[in-house]
């Protein structure tokens, strides 16, 4: 595959895309919190990838790490500050998804969305390069080498991010659906302050062990939707 890859087979290249447009359409999607910039990402990832094959090394594994660098350099472009994220995620989370009117179903979705908008806000909260490092040892399930690879960073590097992004996550995501429970009873809302308060209290909280084990996809959950296939991703972390 490498070598007809670097020979520019357009054979090769199709079945490049048909292995990994689903993985990078859904790591895009988790770096910019919206279904339309996150077809440009992939679009663009293939073109750039594509332009760069003579770099492509002549003996590896997989090509999704390489690939998914890619789409993080340009989800980087598209998304340059976490103020944009934030609006990005605010307004996909709160986004109805048409269903027929089952009790049950509407449920589903209910609970679905509430949960969706408690992790967008939440990865919103987190720096770009932690936002990157979620998406991709959690998103993704790349091991540390692989993400470290991909980012141009040391492998340590990764493991303090993730490490501090995880920390944070727990705290910003429990206290959101806490506080979502409570107004649902009592009236009070969910404010940007609160949110910020808990990644605040989150940072600052003990440190985590880390090894170089492979990462569960724990940010990879899907709701119904995507263009491409028939799932999307609802999840979706600098020293």
Partial sequence: MRARLRAGEPAAFAELFDSHARGVYNHAFRLTADWSTAEDVMATTFMEAWRLRD?????????RPWLLGIATNIARNQMRSNRRYRRAALATAAAELPLPDHADAVTTRIDDQRELA???RALGALRRAEREVVALCLGEGLDYEAAAK??????GTVASRLSRARRML?????????QRDSAALDGPRVTGESVRYAARAGSAGGSEKVGSRREAGVAGRQIPGDRITTTRPAQEGNR
């Fill in 55 to 63: 770099r492509i090394d002549a003996e590896g594994d997989s090509l």
């Fill in 118 to 120: 408690a992790a967008l």
């Fill in 150 to 155: 991909a980012l141009g960073i040391p492998v």
């Fill in 170 to 178: 727990r705290t910003l995501t429990d206290v959101e659906l806490e």
